[in-house]
């Protein structure tokens, strides 16, 4: 009989995606632990629709996915999402989210404020045996924005 | 016994939330069918979150909702949504949709372009009794503007 830990996974035995999604949350995007990445991404990773995001429409495999989490996090290094909600169907979970950072880093353009920013959106992910392979998202850039330039209007 | 046309519903027997959905997005808001809200819309409608929109934040009754159909429609009266997936849990339904309309009316101050506009967004919606109680929303309000500032540079 092999004895195996209550948190092992096979291909058929992986953990809830809700679990996986909060999973996800907290140590790749809140915590930025590249070391983590392939423990919730699947080997190819598709954006499907993400505007205002540099790989928008791109497909990346592990490496691009952490590059893309060290340059997005870059700007707001203390960056923390708090999932309002999870709808889940059909290995498609939805989330909606809110979100702060303080602007310590240059970010399209901008120099850094120091200013705490908020902002909130929406995603659905996509899972495939229990991994995140993809996404549809749409965040409140404009309120971004408009809360930087308030800020800094001679950056205008 | 009670003859009932396949149609008919009752509080224990009601449409698929999905059907409503599908139903709602095309005589609500793309058809602007004010006299069907009340197939679709509950007594009460609370705009729980949706940035840029003048009711975000409030509860609208029926007519209340009518004139936010009808206010909100005036700027692109052919404007129409194309629902891309539903994703369903527990009364919950969560859309991701894709929209164009031709910018004919007034919108922020920005006089009519004729330009035909496209936009993309997510929304969770929030049923009780088969009927829509709510919702939680995000669209690409920058894109709108970004298109709209280029056809009409001096306006900005």
Redesign the interface.
């Known amino acids: 009989m092999v004895k195996r830990s209550p948190l092992s996974t096979t291909e058929d035995q992986h953990m809830d995606n809700k679990a996986v999604m909060s999973l996800f949350m907290k140590h790749i995007w809140n915590e930025g632990r590249e070391d983590m990445v392939e423990n919730y991404v699947a080997p190819q990773y598709k954006i499907h629709?993400d505007?205002?995001d540099p790989w928008h429409g791109k497909t990346l495999n592990l490496d691009a996915f952490k590059n893309r989490l060290r340059v997005s996090r870059a700007p707001f290094p203390d960056q923390c999402f708090t999932t309002?909600?999870m709808?889940?169907?059909?290995n498609?979970?939805?989330i909606?989210w809110l979100w702060q950072g303080s602007h310590l880093g240059q970010l399209a353009g901008i120099k850094p404020t120091g200013k705490m920013i908020t902002m909130?959106?929406?995603?659905?992910y996509y899972f495939e045996n229990g991994k995140l392979s993809g996404h549809?998202?749409?965040?409140?850039?404009?309120?971004v924005?408009q809360q930087l330039s308030s800020f800094s209007p001679e950056q205008n």
């Open positions: 629709h505007p205002g309002r909600e709808i889940e169907e059909n498609n979970v939805a909606s909130s959106g929406l995603t659905i549809w998202q749409m965040a409140d850039r404009l309120g924005f």
